[in-house]
């Protein structure tokens, strides 16, 4: 059964950093694109980051560029999600998830079709 799970989130001030991880079972994470999406309440889904397969690719929503940075740990099977100079716009449910595609990664979250459960970052004073 194909199964991630998110871990890192928490409190953080504004100007922090956070580093998300997403842990893959049942498959091995590096011969899929994988991605990290946000919802804060009222809002829609949207991609925050995305790397494609054998990392050969990644991308990033504007708002996090220069801030966010995804990896991939082929030996851990996880990939991370580096967040410097949080601010309270992060403030969001953060799921990661994962598609078996070649192509490059998109950040449309309709793409994916294995889910991860989320992890919460607060950004706060």
């Known amino acids: 059964q194909l199964q991630l799970v998110e871990s890192g989130g928490g409190l953080v001030q504004p100007g922090g950093s956070l580093r998300l991880s997403c842990s893959a079972s049942?498959?091995?994470?590096?011969?899929?694109?994988i991605g990290w999406f946000r919802q804060a309440p009222g809002k829609e889904r949207e991609g925050v980051s995305c790397?494609?397969?054998?990392?050969?690719?990644?991308n990033y929503a504007d708002s996090v560029k220069g801030r966010f940075t995804i990896s991939r740990d082929n030996a851990e099977n996880t990939v991370y999600l580096q967040m410097n100079s949080l601010k309270p716009d992060d403030t969001a449910l953060y799921y990661c998830?994962?598609?078996?595609?070649?192509?490059?990664?998109?950040?449309?979250?309709?793409?994916?079709?294995?889910w991860g459960q989320g992890t919460q970052v607060t950004v706060s004073s």
């Open positions: 998830a994962a598609v078996r595609v070649f192509t490059a990664c998109v950040l449309s979250w309709r793409t994916y079709r294995t």
């Open positions: 049942g498959f091995t994470l590096d011969n899929y694109a």
């Open positions: 790397m494609s397969r054998k990392g050969g690719s990644t």
